[in-house]
């Protein structure tokens, strides 16, 4: 059985940071590119960022690179999401997600193969 459990969220103060860990379980880790969405209220579900099996590559949202660093580490089957310069707009339930083989030049909206429950970040002006 697959498990995406996401953590590290929370609330901060415009201008701070927070890190998001998602830890994966029951499939085979790096074989699998990951992403992370997020959601807003009344707002789409909007893909974050995407990275390829063994970290090599990564692709962000325009909006948000340069504020945000997804990274990942294969012997724990982690992937996380730095996220710095945090802004009100940021706040949103956050998503890992297990996207396949590969993060596809659709990635924002390819379906994924499986999601976690989300983790809640607010942030306050």
Same mark, same amino acid.
């Given at each position: 059985?697959?498990?995406?459990?996401?953590?590290?969220?929370?609330?901060?103060?415009?201008?701070?940071?927070?890190?998001?860990?998602?830890?994966?379980?029951?499939? %085979?880790?790096?074989? =699998?590119?990951?992403?992370?969405?997020?959601?807003?209220?009344?707002? =789409?579900? =909007?893909? @974050?960022?995407? %990275?390829?099996?063994?970290?090599?590559?990564?692709?962000?949202?325009?909006?948000?690179?340069?504020?945000?660093?997804?990274?990942?580490?294969?012997?724990?089957?982690?992937?996380?999401?730095?996220?710095?310069?945090?802004?009100?707009?940021?706040?949103?339930?956050?998503?890992?997600?297990?996207?396949?083989?590969?993060?596809?030049?659709?990635?924002? %909206?390819?379906?994924?193969?499986?999601?976690?429950?989300?983790?809640?970040?607010? @942030?306050?002006?």
């Amino acid at each position: 059985q697959v498990q995406v459990v996401e953590s590290g969220g929370g609330s901060v103060q415009a201008g701070g940071s927070l890190r998001l860990a998602c830890i994966v379980s029951g499939l %085979t880790f790096d074989d =699998e590119a990951m992403a992370w969405f997020r959601q807003a209220p009344g707002k =789409e579900r =909007e893909g @974050v960022s995407c %990275t390829s099996w063994d970290g090599r590559n990564k692709y962000y949202a325009d909006s948000l690179k340069g504020r945000f660093t997804i990274s990942r580490d294969n012997t724990k089957n982690t992937v996380y999401l730095q996220m710095d310069r945090l802004k009100p707009d940021d706040a949103a339930m956050y998503y890992c997600a297990v996207m396949g083989p590969w993060c596809l030049g659709s990635w924002r %909206t390819d379906p994924a193969n499986y999601w976690g429950q989300g983790t809640q970040v607010t @942030v306050s002006s």
